[in-house]
Structures are given as structure tokens and as C-alpha cells.
């Protein structure tokens, strides 16, 4: 249960970082347009 639990904070930072690094790469996109 512990290695679940682990493994599952480990998923929460990716899919944290996978949404930051969107934002990145969006926001000049958007702020281009504007």
C-alpha cells in the first residue's frame, strides 16, 4: 500500500510538471495573438 502511494505521488508531480510545461509553451502563443 505504501509503494501505491508512492508511485502514485510520483504521478501527481509529473502530470504537475507535464502541466506547466504547457503553459509555458502556450502563454506566448496566446499573448502573440493578442
Known sequence: ???FN???Q???K???WILI???AAYL????ADI
Open 21 to 23: 510545461l504547457i503553459k
Open 6 to 8: 508512492v508511485r502514485r
Open 10 to 12: 510520483e504521478l501527481d
Open 1 to 3: 500500500m505504501d509503494k
Open 28 to 31: 506566448p502563443a496566446i499573448q
Open 14 to 16: 509529473l502530470h504537475a
